[in-house]
């Protein structure tokens, strides 16, 4: 009798076999091939779920950006929100580590390009409605140059901490995200 094989698990352990491999090795590793050994499976396995490795890397970074765009969306306030952008544990350390590689390809291939976009623009909405909350009142310049101010000293520090986590820590990067939410309103825009 032929054993049932769940499509939407099968993906996700897919998924979190090109993790492991982006997180260990970089995205250049990702192909049909490691990612099968990775995920323990036969290549025509993988197949019948990803046709190309760039399905696949799509596919992968779908997913792990929506579930880091789940996590600042669901956070409550300015800081929580971008904590969830910092590796301050080891599943954020992973998917932010993904999630980054993803992204710096994304410069150079329109199909990552597009997820992209789409990430960053619903990761902005959620903290925008943060700091519209903090800030009501304010002219709508003012409150997206403070949401992408914070956004991208959260997105440096977790470059900055997953690079050099040796001195950066979890505490430092807290003092330094709580330190930027003060200011809140109080930065002069150019």
């Known amino acids: 009798m032929p054993r ?12 979190e076999a090109v993790k492991r491999i982006v997180a260990a090795d970089g995205l250049a590793r990702v192909s049909l091939r490691e990612v099968a050994a990775e995920a323990g499976l036969v290549v025509g396995s ?26 600042v969306d669901g956070a409550e306030g ?27 390809a994304a410069r150079t291939d329109p199909a990552l390009l597009a997820v992209a976009d789409v990430a960053h623009g619903r990761i902005a909405a959620a903290v925008g409605r943060s700091v519209l909350a ?9 409150l997206v140059a403070e949401a992408e101010r914070l956004l ?3 997105e440096g520090l977790s470059l900055h901490a997953l690079v050099h986590g040796r001195w ?9 995200v709580r330190a930027q939410a003060d200011t809140l309103g109080r930065v002069p825009s150019a």
């Open 4 to 15: 049932f094989v769940d499509a939407a698990a099968r993906r996700r352990e897919i998924v």
């Open 46 to 71: 993988v197949r019948h779920y990803f046709e190309t490795a760039e399905d696949l890397r799509i596919h992968a970074f779908e997913s792990v950006a929506e579930d880091v765009v789940r996590r």
């Open 78 to 104: 300015v800081v929580a929100q971008l904590c969830q952008l910092l590796p301050l544990d080891e599943e954020r350390a992973i998917d932010l580590c993904v999630f980054s590689a993803f992204r710096l």
């Open 134 to 142: 903090a800030l009501p009142g304010r002219e709508r310049h003012e």
């Open 152 to 154: 991208a000293t959260a």
């Open 168 to 176: 950066l820590d979890a505490d430092l990067c807290l003092a330094v």
